[in-house]
């Protein structure tokens, strides 16, 4: 089956650096995306990873290890708005995306 | 750029009516549209599949009969959600996608139903 692994719930301090890790096992991979979702809204896209390697964006950066199945997303110096849903999805062989379910992060002062 | 509108974004009605949910990409045309729904706490559930001109491809599970999807331009899809009941209650997400499925999606505010 397809799977995407995901912590349920993260916690980090305001101004300080968080990685959140996806892994997957799916049928094929056409790339990766990440996406942020605020409690009770809907998702905002936030990069895509096809290649090995990291992409930098601003504060957010994600990378990527297709042989290990592995990404995650980095985000520096964090500020209180950043708590949220950091989804991780993936493009399968069928270019189906298979979403995982988090995780929360929350930011303390 | 690629801005999705959703209406209406909260629903409170009777148990036995149904309710319509539009999904407009305002600069964008969007061959693709895609229906969620998710539950709190929970992943997003994909309902169904829609492309411009032709009938939805549903998820396994997903009643067409109960969740009527009509796509008939590139920047309207609409979900119905015919006889809804409090089970029905839940987070109803659209998104949309311009071309290629290496492109991003791009989601709706959602549209929050609740049944009474």
């Known amino acids: 089956g397809q799977n995407i692994d995901q912590p349920t719930e993260m916690t980090a301090t305001e101004g300080a650096i968080v990685q959140i890790n996806c892994t997957y096992q799916?049928?094929?991979?056409?790339?990766l995306f990440w996406y942020q979702q605020h409690a009770g809204e809907a998702p905002t896209f936030l990069s895509y990873?096809?290649l090995d390697g990291l992409e930098e964006k601003g504060r957010f950066s994600s990378f990527l290890s297709r042989s290990k199945g592995y990404s995650y997303l980095l985000l520096k110096e964090l500020q209180m708005k950043d708590s949220a849903s950091y989804l991780c999805?993936?493009?399968?062989?069928?270019?189906?995306?298979?979403w995982g379910a988090g995780p929360k992060l929350i930011i303390k002062p | 750029g690629a801005v999705v509108s959703q209406h209406p974004s909260w629903v409170i009605c009777k148990s036995g009516t149904s309710v319509k949910i539009e999904c407009r990409s305002l600069?964008?045309?969007?061959?693709?549209m895609f229906w969620y729904r998710q539950f709190p706490k929970q992943s997003l559930m994909l309902m169904a599949t829609s492309n411009e001109g032709s009938k939805a491809t549903y998820e396994q599970g997903v009643e067409k009969d109960k969740f009527l999807i009509n796509h008939a331009s590139l920047t309207l899809s609409t979900l119905t959600v015919t006889s809804a009941h409090p089970e029905d209650s839940s987070f109803y997400i659209c998104?949309?996608?311009?071309?290629?499925?290496?492109?991003?999606?791009?989601f709706g505010d959602g549209t929050r139903l609740s049944i009474l």
């Open positions: 600069d964008f045309q969007a061959t693709t």
């Open positions: 998104s949309a996608r311009d071309g290629r499925a290496s492109q991003p999606q791009h």
């Open positions: 999805a993936v493009l399968d062989s069928n270019y189906q995306l298979i």
């Open positions: 799916t049928s094929g991979f056409n790339g």
């Open positions: 990873n096809v």
